[in-house]
Structures are given as C-alpha cells and as structure tokens.
C-alpha cells in the first residue's frame, strides 16, 4: 500500500445567523417545566444547621468582644493623653523652678562681687538690688547682666549711687 501526505487548508467562518439560532432554543425552552425532588439527608442538614447557628452565635460573641476591645483601648488613649500632658506641664514646671533658682543663685553671687569691690555689704546695696529689679522688669533686660555691668561700673571706680544712675541710663 502506497503511503501518501494530504495537506488541506480550512476557513471557517461563524454563522451569521447566531442571535436567531440563540433566540430559537430559548423559545423553544421556555415552555419547558420540570419538578425536580431532592433526596438529602436529614441528619446532615440537621447538623449543617445547628453549624450555622454556632457560627453565628460565635460571630455576635466576637463582635461584642472587639466592640469592648475598642473602648477599652479608646479609654486607655484618653487616660494617657492626660497623663502625658500633666506629667508635661510637671517638668515644664520644675525645668523653670531649677532655672529659676539656677538663676537667683547667679543674682547673688554678683551681689556679693558688687559687695567686695565697693566694700559695702549687700544689705547696704539693697538700692542697687531694686533699682536692677526694676530695670529688667521695665525694659526686659537680664538682671544678671545689670549687675555684672553694676560690678564692672563699681570697678571703674564709680560709686554705689553713681552706679545705679548709670544703670538706669544703661539699660
């Protein structure tokens, strides 16, 4: 028997026509009912169901716990803003107290300066403590930096009055 190859080439083409044979098999269909029984185990649709409702019972109980989850941890927000703003105000405070003091100290240590160089005691300079006072509340200037120009002045040579005048001018 003689062996031989064929080679064929196909063009095919969709039917033009496919929305009509479409739309015939749905006419033709649509007159067509059925009954239709399903045979189930009772036994199992009975533990199928009582799944659903333990799944459901598990879901309202996860609800009610994120929903107490939620403002627990909305509460424990609260309470720490407010611990954290007064422990900020608490530092804030103490921070001005210790610069404060820090400061005060400062005050004195240049009285005293003041004190040796003009050979007066510091109750006797007690004009030059409120003539400073008042100068760096009026004008804003540093009070240490009032008495350290006071001790420069006293230094020059100028008196304790004449010290205070020039403070005045000064600042």
Known sequence: MAGFNLTAQLQLQAPK???KVV????????????NIKV???VRTLAQANKHMQSIG???ATSSKAVGSLNRNLTEAARRFSVITVA?????SLARAIK???G????????????????????????GLTQEVTKLST????????????????AQAGFSAEKTRQALDILA
């Open 39 to 41: 045979k189930a185990d």
């Open 138 to 153: 009026a004008w804003g200037a540093s009070s240490k930096e009032l008495l350290n120009v006071s001790r420069v002045l």
């Open 87 to 91: 422990t900020g105000t608490m530092l």
């Open 57 to 59: 019972k598990s879901a």
């Open 103 to 126: 400061e005060a100290i400062a005050f004195e240590r240049e009285l005293v300066k003041i004190s040796q160089v003009t050979g007066k005691t510091v109750q006797n300079l007690q």
């Open 17 to 19: 026509n496919t929305s």
């Open 23 to 34: 739309g015939d098999i749905r006419k033709q269909l649509s007159g067509i009912t059925a």
């Open 99 to 101: 610069n404060s003091v």
